[in-house]
């Protein structure tokens, strides 16, 4: 009697990649989204006319959201 072989699990998930590639997108988007309305509420709360808050919020949202995409295509096997 010969026993079932066991999966691989060297190969690559491709719909698990192709899952996580769909959902960077929106992750991006929804950290970026969140840091303009706390800059924004900021600018508001201090009552700044110049927006700074707004603009620094922002761009380290982006900032933040590129570290994360990066870190996150480390982990995919291609």
Not at 27 to 47: E, F, S
Not at 64 to 71: D, E, M, N, P, R
Request: zero cysteines; hydrophobic letters at 50%.
């Amino acid at each position: 009697m010969e026993l079932p072989k066991l999966p691989n699990n060297n190969k690559p998930n491709h719909l698990k990649n192709a899952a996580m590639l769909s959902g960077i997108a929106f992750q991006m988007g929804a950290i970026i989204y969140l840091a303009h309305k706390v800059g924004v509420w900021l600018d508001g709360y201090y009552n700044i006319k110049n927006e700074i808050f707004t603009i620094i919020a922002t761009l380290s949202g982006v900032a933040i959201s590129i570290f994360a995409v990066v870190t996150q295509l480390k982990k995919i096997k291609f």
